[in-house]
């Protein structure tokens, strides 16, 4: 059986169309789908467990950020199973959920991630003990880069 080229650049079209019709799909049900709020994420990683303050869980983020398109973020809780990363003012506030398997050397991580504005960074951690610590950082997005 001998193919045309022509017959080569139909197939080609029809499978990249067929290609992106999955993203479009996607992006449909995405910009339909309602987004959820910081705390009722929170409340949906925990389960509506109680989440306790300050240690077993550590933030490091700038109390500057210049742009805030890429502001680099760190998070570390050993003993953590799971990490949450959220930025509570973003347009959707969900930024990162790190799992951590039981042969991983550190409950570590770090990222860039994009802020709209000045806002808090919150990082809620489950221990393996299935309790919940969280701990918040707040971010001040200057504009133009002019640091005020």
Known sequence: ???SRR???AISAGFAGLAML???VQAQDAAAAPTQTADEMIAEFTGGAEVAEGDGVKLT???IAENGNTVPISVEAPGAS???LIATENPTPGVAKFIFGPLAASQAAATRI???KTQDVVAVAKLADGSFVRTAAN???TIGGCGG
Do not use: H, N
Request: charged fraction near 20%.
């Open 1 to 3: 059986m001998l193919i």
């Open 7 to 9: 017959g080569v650049l």
């Open 22 to 24: 999955p993203i479009s």
């Open 61 to 63: 983020a700038p109390e």
């Open 82 to 84: 799971e990490i949450l």
């Open 114 to 116: 994009r802020l709209a």
């Open 139 to 141: 971010v001040k997005v």
